[in-house]
T-cell receptor, first 112, second 116 residues
Framework: ETGVTQTPRHLVMGMTNKKSLKCEQHLGHNAMYWYKQSAKKPLELMFVYNFKEQTENNSVPSRFSPECPNSSHLFLHLHTLQPEDSALYLC???????????FGQGTRLTVV | AQKVTQAQTEISVVEKEDVTLDCVYETRDTTYYLFWYKQPPSGELVFLIRRNSFDEQNEISGRYSWNFQKSTSSFNFTITASQVVDSAVYFCALSEKNTNAGKSTFGDGTTLTVKP
């Protein structure tokens, strides 16, 4: 238990669906992240938020839309996804530049 | 640009064997941090260690040890007397100084299987 909770743990969605992934941390951290982990690929950083402001978007397609309403919550809104978007989506949080990030257990997404 | 290479895709050992996971990195920064994470089947990344580029002391934590060699840009991880519970995917990662701690470049990971 790292203190970062992701819901749902598993999600199956059609290509025309709209869904959202949720990430929550009560560690008092001011930075939150979305990573994508596809099979046979390294973890890819998607978005970084600092104090609720997006500070990094690593050329992520617009069908992925992040939202950070406060420092404790991070969402990833999904719409018109493709089968190749099927992956494990990991959320993480950290405090400034301190020691390390804390990761959630991820949401296993399958797009059919 | 930063890069982390974990050349070993999969390793399989028998319980009680020692095993070393290799990590080689590239960076133009003079100050950086190196990490090892463990990812069990449940999915979350479990933090194992962070090493500052100025600190080349090797570290031991129970059955785990890490060998940081700046001269060869390597940060290898050894598990002594491996156990079945060590089976997981292990990631080496690199981040720049003064950047968010969660903003790292990850290697492809090494899948370790420890057989009883």
């Amino acid at each position: 238990e790292t203190g970062v909770t992701q819901t749902p743990r598993h999600l199956v969605m059609g290509m025309t669906n709209k869904k959202s992934l949720k990430c929550e941390q009560h560690l008092g951290h001011n930075a939150m992240y979305w990573y994508k982990q596809s099979a046979k690929k390294p973890l890819e950083l998607m978005f970084v938020y600092n104090f609720k402001e997006q500070t990094e978007n690593n050329s992520v397609p617009s069908r992925f839309s992040p939202e950070c309403p406060n420092s404790s919550h991070l969402f990833l809104h999904l719409h018109t996804l493709q089968p190749e978007d099927s992956a494990l989506y990991l959320c993480a949080s950290s405090q400034d530049f301190r020691v390390r990030a804390f990761f959630g257990q991820g949401t296993r997404l399958t797009v059919v | 640009a930063q890069k982390v290479t974990q050349a070993q895709t999969e390793i399989s050992v028998v319980e009680k064997e020692d095993v070393t996971l290799d990590c080689v990195y590239e960076t133009r920064d003079t100050t950086y941090y190196l990490f090892w994470y463990k990812q069990p089947p449940s999915g979350e990344l479990v933090f194992l260690i962070r090493r500052n580029s100025f600190d080349e002391q090797n570290e031991i934590s129970g059955r785990y040890s890490w060998n940081f060699q700046k001269s060869t840009s390597s940060f290898n991880f050894t598990i002594t007397a491996s156990q079945v519970v060590d089976s997981a995917v292990y990631f080496c990662a690199l981040s720049e100084k003064n950047t968010n701690a969660g903003k790292s470049t990850f290697g492809d990971g090494t899948t370790l299987t420890v057989k009883p």
